[in-house]
């Protein structure tokens, strides 16, 4: 359940809370990517520790491993994983039209072959919310088509109306499946979708709120489109989706970006920028403390030359953060080292070091919100 | 330096503490091997809460990257890893036999191929005690020549020889480098070879002691010959060595071989057991309590179909050992899971294990020896 506190006097950005079966959760919030079970490199343990309340996992992954048998077994991925906080699933689509080897979309479903072995599956709207529901995603969502950039007017209205049509048949067999999921409390958020056209994206969100949802998502952007135009389909929507519901940008985004979409009335993100990049040797970390400066972080290459005897330390220690503690014990030029050698240890303590980052981004954020500046 | 406390009355094990600039070590211990300057998946901050006094690193790594001029910058390893615990290295030379591409032994040193770029590089005893005292090692070892298995009894002896003549160049050049070596408080050990021939071993081990060392390293063992063998050769040095100097007993071994080198004397080991079968699945843990039991462990293929549904926690939870509260909220099953999807996670949960394995084995070992059981 989402309550709104109150929306900016500066912008569109809310303050609220939503509540899942694990725990009530501040917005807008971040949620850090564990697509197989896990955040590269993270346990469950470590995520506590960087105190994020809430996890993204990937349907797909989960369903072609360790499958439905598995998770059944262990009575979902909260169990599986010993998470404690709250998880949302995606609906399988994404990584069906991104990573499957091969794909046809019909009425009934997307068919594709596995990426590990070739195996022919069906994605329904019907088997994705059976697989999320086996999950036990707090928040699960509906089967959409993300449509690719450059898509045509007709391509994306047809889309729409099968992606409107798959949400209807997703609450129908949510609400059908709810008894035996794994997670009684678990809420269905739709998936507005129609490119870069206003239009298109009004008339998603008007159908979708007919169908009506615990949540809305914004999908099919950060997708190779213009940051403005973006921007400016966030904006459209503002005014269409309910108010007394949460929003979530999916799949993004750079937190200059994450700024812009939470003053367009954004709840909810993800972005796998904190822990892939984390693995490139790129690190995020603040320069100055008004998010209004274009320039209010920086992302470092730390594998580069220049680090080779740095003594800085790879995060400033916060007492207020216990993660720091003890990430600022290594120095750049440690890290460096451990990147030239191939030592996992770089990819975690970068990964922790990121995701720290964005969490408290998030919580810059919220008090920005808080103290009218934002 | 060493101090003997008392030898058991049932074997040859003897309690004791090896004093370092970094700490009193209760011996006999075990190391982990960081060998590029990390633990593989661990930092500094896991060591500390494994609760391991002392690591093993690899001076053939380290000095070829990050190399002496940043190990210099840095001030030592210590202060690279963060670590506050005691540090050993190798000489170097095991590495030159075992990995470089090509090498060459004079009496001046050691010539080789890096296995990184190809180049080339001549290892001597001084360039070894000068790496050694860069990275600021609390005991640095000799250069020695590891013999391989199989080596003529002529090979053997003149190796010897050699490895005798290196020692003294080593110990020359350690003493001479103390006054500008990151850690002054640091200690020598001797390196006792002649593969599987006593009278040979017995040999190395008299001119060694001639030499005098601060203690005394069982090499070239652990190499393919066979356990019997190996036994033999650390009984025949238990005369031989000094009783009042510390014995290493270099790159082994297996626990139940631990157990039985720990009875003819032998105080400290390292080996890559727990860290390199870790990452290939192999979970290490106790059986039964009785040391002298040949099956009071087992090693498990976390990895088997048989661990699919598996909800046994991966570590037994203890009170004593704040390291389980993490590992026993994972299941077997989810760590089989993490294996399955080529997680790095499952390779650092299986470390945590495995590592706390062997520090438990040798508190396990130190405590039947003061109880008079071993």
Redesign the interface.
Same mark, same amino acid.
């Given at each position: 359940m989402f309550t709104k506190r109150f929306e900016s006097s500066l912008s569109h950005a809310r303050r609220g809370t939503l509540t899942t079966g694990h725990g009530t959760l501040e917005t807008p919030f971040f949620m850090p990517i564990a697509t197989?079970?896990?955040v590269? +490199? /993270? @346990?469950?343990?470590d995520i506590e520790r960087l105190g994020s309340p809430i996890l993204l996992s990937n349907t797909y992954?989960l369903y072609l491993?360790?499958g439905l048998e598995?998770m059944r077994?262990?009575g979902g991925l909260h169990k /599986? &994983? @010993?998470w404690e906080g709250a998880l949302l699933t995606d609906s399988g689509g994404y990584q069906v039209f991104s990573l499957a080897k091969m794909r046809k979309i019909t009425e009934e479903g997307a068919t594709f072959a596995s990426h590990i072995d070739g195996s022919r599956h069906l994605l329904t709207p019907e088997l994705s919310m059976e697989i999320q529901q086996a999950i036990g995603s707090d928040i699960v969502m509906v089967l959409d088509e993300c449509t690719p950039p450059g898509s045509t007017y007709e391509y994306l209205r047809d889309s729409i109306a099968r992606t409107t049509r798959w949400a209807k048949r997703s609450k129908d067999a949510f609400v059908a499946g709810r008894s035996t999921s794994n997670n009684p409390s678990s809420q269905l958020f739709g998936i507005v979708q129609g490119g870069v056209d206003e239009k298109l994206r009004c008339e998603s969100a008007r159908a979708l709120k007919e169908i009506g949802f615990d949540g809305y998502a914004i999908g099919g952007l950060s997708v190779g489109e213009a940051f403005a135009d973006s921007c400016r389909i966030v904006e459209a929507l503002h005014e269409e989706l309910p108010k007394d519901a949460p929003r979530y940008f999916m799949g993004g985004a750079k937190p200059e970006e994450i700024v812009a979409y939470v003053k367009r009335g954004v709840d909810m993100f993800d972005c796998v920028i904190p822990t892939r990049n984390a693995r490139h040797g790129l690190l995020y970390r603040f320069v100055h403390d008004d998010l209004s400066r274009p320039d209010f972080y920086e992302a470092i290459h730390v594998t580069n030359e220049a680090h080779? &005897?740095s003594?800085e330390p790879l995060v400033a220690f916060d007492a207020n953060d216990p993660i720091t503690a !003890?990430l600022s014990?290594? +120095?750049m030029?440690?890290v460096r080292? /451990?990147f +030239?050698?191939e !030592?996992? /240890?770089a990819?975690?303590?970068m990964t922790l070091a990121n995701v720290r980052f964005y969490l408290e981004l998030m919580r810059r954020i919220r008090v920005a919100i808080d103290d009218g500046k934002l």
């Open positions: 197989k079970g896990a590269k +490199t /993270l @346990s469950s343990f992954h491993r360790p598995v077994h262990f /599986l &994983m @010993s080779k &005897m003594d !003890e014990r290594y +120095t030029g440690y080292h /451990l +030239t050698v !030592e996992v /240890l990819h975690r303590l």
